[in-house]
């Protein structure tokens, strides 16, 4: 049982024709995790401006300078997972780096009172230890990961769809809470350290389950056709020329720096609910709503197999944008706060909470068309597009507001600075929502599926012969 394999059989749990329920949870744990962090990192901005007292504009600057570093510490960690190959296995090691991704979570929320200039400085470096380097090991391994701990489709796309229920749950469930605790103990600092510290305790012993209990079972995917290299013989130059033949990967790139945008640009959620709503406990009330979401998650994987993943994309995009539309002709109203935030949230589900199958698609589309299967820098080079997102939406928040004249130790804000946050906070998304719908239309793996996965088929057999 130790090794991920039932007494009865010796097969690994992950490749079993059913797979335990318990095993797919405990694949979850570090998606718990991670999405706590996440919600927390979207508060940033609003902790540099109303709690240091910082500039937006600066901290908005800021953030996407350190997009920089993402740059060459992703791909630079893609050709590394590439190369790498341990008794442990290919990405299950980098998984121990969510101890220190909470770790520098929890010194950025406890930042030392060392003069305004000090305060930039140390937050930007902890944005960056948190972001290019643990955010970059941890979403660099993640569909690699399940790839060679789930050997089967159906497996990988049960793993996903339990990993989505339960992380939008608890997400959900934190998203509730969360604003009544910033209202009243969240105004000062000290109210955030007392909140960080046993947090990043407890979601970074969480976080280490799945190292613990999810092993791979795949000893070696790099499989080309004769004659060809392995993937890790491959210089990141040819590593890069065969990725650029991935036209599919670009899309999904794309798709995925979008839904990161507009996920955080909710950094704007804060703001609208403390100045334009006028009660920012309210926040609360619309995320219990959001529990509407959770059974899209469900069907998700009956969805796609029934119509097709091209089309969940079209269709889940479309939705969003009519959420967003409906929320921004309500204005205030709660139930338009409500019906709209419920809608935009099952508008970023396929890319948000099931990339990785998307991902796989690509890398199964890469080997199709190259011979080479490239799994590290596929999924670093998604995992920059998210990171790219993150940071343009909380740049672009604080750049905004900044221009605007936001003021963050106001009571009460300039006419252009609540203009700012209804702009952030509605319009931006839906412009984003747009341009996702017109990329989906691009997205057309379902058509050349069957004839991809009999010819990959083929060939490793051929291989293996």
Request: aromatic share 12%; proline share 2%.
């Amino acid at each position: 049982m130790g090794k991920g394999k039932t007494k009865e059989t010796g097969v690994p749990f992950g490749a079993r024709e059913k797979m335990p329920l318990w095993f797919g949870l405990a694949w979850s744990t570090r998606g718990i995790s991670a999405a706590i962090n996440a919600i927390l990192m979207m508060q940033i901005t609003f902790y540099c401006t109303d709690i240091l007292g910082l500039k937006a504009g600066i901290i908005g600057s800021l953030f996407l300078g350190s997009k920089i570093i993402d740059a060459f510490t992703d791909l630079g960690f893609g050709f590394i997972l590439d190369k790498t190959h341990t008794k442990l296995g290919k990405a299950r090691p980098y998984e121990l780096f969510i101890v220190f991704e909470w770790l520098f979570t929890v010194f950025m929320f406890n930042a030392p009172q060392i003069g305004e200039m000090g305060q930039y400085i140390w937050i930007f470096i902890m944005y960056v230890m948190v972001n290019a380097v643990c955010a970059t090991a941890l979403g660099g391994i993640d569909s690699v990961y399940l790839a060679r701990t789930f050997t089967t489709n159906q497996n990988q796309i049960k793993a996903m769809s339990i990993n989505g229920f339960v992380v939008m749950f608890v997400s959900i469930a934190f998203n509730i809470w969360f604003p009544s605790w910033l209202a009243d103990a969240g105004r000062t600092q000290a109210g955030w350290a007392a909140l960080m510290i046993p947090l990043g305790v407890v979601m970074a012993v969480i976080g280490l389950l799945r190292f613990i209990l999810c092993k791979e079972v795949v000893v070696d995917e790099e499989i080309g056709e004769n004659g060809k290299k392995q993937t890790n013989d491959l210089t990141v130059k040819e590593s890069m020329q065969h990725l650029m033949k991935n036209k599919y990967l670009f899309i999904v790139v794309g798709l995925m720096f979008l839904t990161f945008w507009v996920n955080n640009m909710q950094t704007a959620t804060t703001y609208y609910f403390k100045y334009i709503v006028g009660d920012i406990s309210l926040q609360g009330t619309v995320a219990i709503t959001s529990m509407i979401v959770i059974p899209a998650l469900v069907v998700f994987p009956l969805l796609s197999k029934k119509f097709g993943t091209t089309n969940i994309l079209r269709a889940c995009s479309l939705i969003g944008a009519i959420g967003l539309v409906i929320r921004t002709l309500g204005g205030t109203s709660l139930a338009t706060l409500i019906l709209g935030g419920c809608l935009m949230g099952i508008g970023t589900l396929p890319i948000s909470m099931m990339i990785n199958t998307y991902l796989i698609d690509c890398m199964d589309y890469g080997e199709w068309k190259t011979g080479v299967r490239i799994e590290g820098m596929v999924a670093s080079i998604a995992n920059f597009a998210s990171k790219v997102g993150n940071g343009v939406a909380l740049g672009s928040v604080g750049f905004i507001m900044g221009l605007a004249g936001y003021d963050g130790r106001a009571a009460v804000q300039s006419a252009s600075a609540n203009n700012a946050i209804i702009f952030l906070f509605n319009i931006f998304p839906l412009i984003l929502f747009v341009i996702m719908f017109i990329l989906s239309l691009n997205y057309k793996v379902d058509k050349i599926r069957p004839q991809m996965e009999a010819d990959l088929k083929a060939t490793r057999e051929g291989a293996s012969a």
